[in-house]
């Protein structure tokens, strides 16, 4: 909860639940497979959804979550299910031409209806939340200045998973890429920057063109002081999320 709202330039909001609750307490209810479900809808698409434990009366928040409704589609193929992490389900999906690799967490997942494999063709909703970034003036700033390990031009690249895959890794480094096994590094080019206003604080969404499409990265001033500029290059570790149909 707290990463989606530091994003989000929320942080207010995690300061006390009954804050969280007023936004919910006039929502809806949808009940799904393994979790209740609750939105709470800003101006410009953005929603915060909540998942409760079902059945509950109460507000027995198991988190909060958010997507940006109108962002962009992708369609691609599901490889292997990492599982419950984060107690949202995390699958490694594949381009359907098996070039590109890429984990998204499925928002809303026990409303979907129908089988999902490995042959199936899923339309993916998905925006991107950064938990860390590093902006050069384009991407030629980029090379001058990291001369080893460079990440292709528009790479989304699932690297801590594929890391957590190598044999002989210390305790430590297991840890490491365990913990961040949800996040996906990407490099690529900003080409559009909108600013929108999500509670009290100002928040950015800025359009990147990736191996997989047009992709909207959603961050407030807790994440970088000022929004990116057209043609600016950006590289980090981003959290995929991701409203799916069969």
Known sequence: MAF?????GL????????????????????SGEDYDYKTFFYDGGLELVARINKDSEDFDFVG?????????????KPVLSLGQTMELPAILFSSLDDKTAFIANLLHAG???GEMNTDTKVSLQMCAFPSSLEVYESRKSYEEAVSEALLKDKSV?????IRSLEENLSEEEKKRYQENLLFNLIAA????????????????VS???????????????????????????VV???YLSAEFSL
């Open 111 to 113: 409303l979907v209806k």
């Open 189 to 204: 080019e900003v080409i559009d920057t909108r600013e929108y206003k999500f509670g009290n604080n100002p928040c950015f």
């Open 11 to 30: 942080s207010e909001l995690a300061h006390n639940q009954n804050t969280i609750i007023d936004l919910f307490k006039d929502t809806d209810k949808i």
């Open 236 to 238: 980090g570790a981003f």
């Open 157 to 161: 690249l699932p690297y801590f998973y």
């Open 64 to 76: 909060v979550d958010s997507h940006l409704v109108n962002s962009n589609k992708v369609i691609a």
């Open 207 to 233: 359009t990147i063109n990736t191996v997989i499409g047009e992709l909207d990265i959603i961050y407030s001033k807790n994440i970088l002081q000022k929004p990116l500029s057209k043609h600016s290059y």
């Open 4 to 8: 989606f709202l530091d994003s989000l």
